[in-house]
């Protein structure tokens, strides 16, 4: 499958790999504002979201290969590979299966691990919305709040609508979402180990990445770093862009 992604900078190359229901988009900032500076960026839209195609095959070794296949079509030997949550995961398998093309790995917020199910209600609430119903984007998240309290999580998901001549739709394949979502949210598959540099940030206030995940994580990727991020939650990157841009990139400068 051939990726959408947008570019910025130049330099050795950087690929970001977004979470579940986001898109490149999303790190538009940090891109061009920050990692541009030093990096090609190729802020990525994985499968059934963003820009790229929709597929109803949604799992991780799927979705890296994706990656490996948007290196070696856009002639790169290798990337840096940075992944949040869902594309945290996907980073881990790319650099697990394809390890000659990562050079250095950044996961943020998510460990191989299965998880429980934090997402099919909001799956739920945006299939249920009827968005013929509504003639602008307030309307729309004003029915949204009430399946979804969060403004800030409201605000994320209403990045994927878009306006079109038959009124406003959802970019991402909520259908292939909701059908994978087992998979999504279950542990990555590829054996073996990487022993690349790898970075691991969390946030102090989010319990994706705990003392118990750190052995596994040390066993797949036996030279992994890991930094906490205080009082901050699961969108560390969104919470605290400063300090997130700053052990990020003195990772990625240590060579």
């Known amino acids: 499958m051939k990726l959408s992604f947008k570019q910025y ?14 898109a490149g988009g999303n790190w538009h900032t940090l891109s061009r504002q920050v ?13 059934n979201h963003g820009q790229s195609p929709h597929d109803p095959q949604m799992d991780y070794h799927t979705m890296a290969g994706d990656v490996h296949q948007l290196i070696r079509s856009e002639g790169m030997a290798s990337a840096h590979v940075l992944g949040h949550s869902m594309g945290g995961k996907v980073a881990m398998q790319l650099a697990l ?11 943020v917020d998510v460990a191989p691990r299965a998880y429980d199910d934090r997402h ?89 990445v705990t003392a118990y995940d750190k052995p596994e994580i040390r ?7 890991f930094v906490t991020v205080p009082n901050v939650g699961h969108w560390v990157h969104a919470e605290a862009p400063a300090e997130f841009a700053r052990v990020v990139t003195e990772f990625l400068e240590e060579e």
Do not use: C
């Open 97 to 107: 299966e394809h390890p000659g093309v990562v050079d250095r790995l950044i996961v």
């Open 219 to 225: 066993r797949l990727f036996p030279a992994a770093r």
């Open 120 to 208: 099919s209600h909001i799956v739920e609430a945006l299939k249920a919305l009827d968005l013929s119903a509504h003639a602008d984007r307030r309307s729309i998240d004003a029915e949204l709040a009430k399946s979804i309290e969060s403004n800030a999580i409201r605000q994320f998901l209403l990045k994927n609508l878009r306006h079109t001549p038959e009124g406003y739709v959802w970019i991402m394949n909520l259908e292939a979402i909701e059908a994978s979502y087992d998979a999504i949210a279950g542990p990555i598959t590829a054996e073996g180990s990487f022993g690349g540099p790898v970075l691991v940030v969390s946030g102090g206030a989010s319990d994706y």
């Open 35 to 47: 990692f541009s500076k030093q990096w090609s960026v190729l802020a990525v839209d994985l499968r």
């Open 9 to 22: 900078g130049s330099g050795r190359p950087l690929i970001i790999l977004h979470g579940l229901l986001g």
